[in-house]
């Protein structure tokens, strides 16, 4: 059964900095893309930022770049998205998902982010 756990996520004042956790179990995890979303409250699940199977390419939505860092440990079956200087605007439910080859898709419960002074 496949399994991806999110933790990290927690209340942090603007210009904060966050690190959340995707561990993922059940599955070839190396073989998978792995990808950051988040949905704000009344709005659309988005894509944040995405990483591919070896690491050699990762790639940001506009809104976070230069801000989120992604990065995995096949060896740890890991994937991180280090946030750096949150704004009220990053506040939402961050969820990460891995993409196979073949289209297979999971999705992991969660973490929430708020972002408040």
């Known amino acids: 059964q496949v399994q991806l756990v999110e933790s990290g996520g927690g209340l942090v004042q603007p210009g904060g900095s966050l690190r959340l956790l995707c561990a993922a179990s059940?599955?070839?995890?190396?073989?998978?893309?792995m990808n950051w979303y988040r949905q704000a409250l009344g709005k659309e699940r988005e894509v944040v930022a995405g990483?591919?199977?070896?690491?050699?390419?990762?790639n940001y939505a506009d809104s976070v770049k230069g801000q989120f860092t992604i990065s995995r440990d096949n060896t740890k079956n890991m994937v991180y998205l280090q946030m750096n200087r949150l704004k009220p605007e990053d506040t939402a439910v961050y969820y990460c998902?891995?993409?196979?080859?073949?289209?297979?898709?999971?999705w992991g419960q969660g973490t929430q982010v708020t972002v408040s002074s």
């Open positions: 059940g599955l070839a995890f190396s073989s998978y893309a």
């Open positions: 998902a891995a993409q196979g080859t073949s289209g297979a898709k999971y």
């Open positions: 990483i591919s199977r070896a690491s050699t390419k990762s």
